[in-house]
């Protein structure tokens, strides 16, 4: 079969974007399987598609100063608090976000509750879905309780029309899903790296140039049968991302990459009969009712950008039926465990060798923070020994290969949140910061020695 001349086939990777000339199972750049499919790669940029006429200036080029003539589009905030926070105080007018996450983890309801948010101000939204009919949408919006909402809905997956809707008159666009969009002079299939990076370019250029937010759907996959959204990470200016359990009602939105804020902020929210709820007080949701007297168990205070959250940390050491002795973690890192464990044995002389060893941060939640060593060290410890902590404890720290105890940085949050949630003492490092301190008692340690001998007597 001929081709056509200005094209010509090569192998995408549908997880990372790497183009090969050879099929091969396993990607060399991401190093994932199943993921290379034949794609049509248009050799010179498809004609007739952009909207967007260049300006006056040297030939070409719009040449502009740095001193800006026209005042920035102010932040327009959506209202919903967990949102807001976590783009860095609300959405800037011409920013491209992307929102990825698994499907059914709650993407579209996010998207059309904040849509309808800034409708009620007087935004004017579009909502454009390639994966619903509209009707599907009304019934999700009767559901949500905004079925009244002013908000313009289409059912379309044409990157050319939806353009052309997109007119100076027009504040924010969301695109649900980029994987369903297709531009009409590409060969290749709705989905493929090719696609999804044509329609994803087209409406960022047209957002900036006319000042509009745009908002793109991205499904996350394991299979590589569609793009994920990492391969357009580096096109648009904030990712943030959709996560949570299946098996657990809240959703924690995360911003990984932000131009316009801060990226280690989250917000919470639960997924409820009518929609996504706000989640002010994150901290009681991550804390069993019954926390004391259960050997194993170690509330961790840690920070999620800029606020705290209480985390319970269970450890269980179980007598090892084969073997190997079996090491399990779920929302931590493993070899972050395997190293508490090493000095746990190194420094205080406990063994561990003849246990199966399970280290679980309760209510669902993924812990990055190094502070939270301590408090793995007090589950890990309290299990083995089977003695409690002393009742309605809170620890952080830092823990080093000699089993010294390092300060965590902003202490004085992390006491005020575990004393508004009713903890009294503070296990802590020695030479943290603390200015105000509050009611709690504070028990400094430079080790984990120290810890040990606190829980043995
Ligand atoms: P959805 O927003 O369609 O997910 P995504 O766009 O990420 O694929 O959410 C789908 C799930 O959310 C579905 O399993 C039903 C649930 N849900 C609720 O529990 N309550 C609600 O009010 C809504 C609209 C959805
Ligand atoms: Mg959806």
Redesign the pocket.
Known sequence: MAMAKSSKVSYVCQSCGAVTTRWSGKCDSCNEWNTITEEVIEAAVPKGLSVVKGGKGKGKLEIQDLQSKTHPLPRQKTGMNELDRVTGGGLVPGAAILIG??????????L?QAVCALANQGKACLYVSG?EATDQIRM?AE??GLGQTNIALAASSSVRDILSAMDEGTDLVVI??IQTMFVDNIDSAPGTVTQVRTSALELIRVAKKRNIILFL?G?VTKDGQIAGPRVLEHMVDTVLY?EGDRGHQFRILRAVKNRFGPTDEIGVFE??????EEVANPSALFLSQNQDNIPGNAVFAGMEGTRPLLVEVQGLAASTAYGTPRRSVVGWDSGRLAMILAVLEARCGMNFSGYDVFLNMAGGIRVSEPAADLAVAAALMSALTNKTLPPNTILFGEVGLSGEVRPAPQTDLRLKEAEKLGFELAILPENSKVKSGGGLKQNKIKHVQDLAALMAG
């Open positions: 996450g698994d499907p059914g983890i709650g993407k579209s309801t996010l059309l994966e999700r559901r949500l649900d899903s759907v499904h959709f997924m409820m009969e009518k929609g996504l």
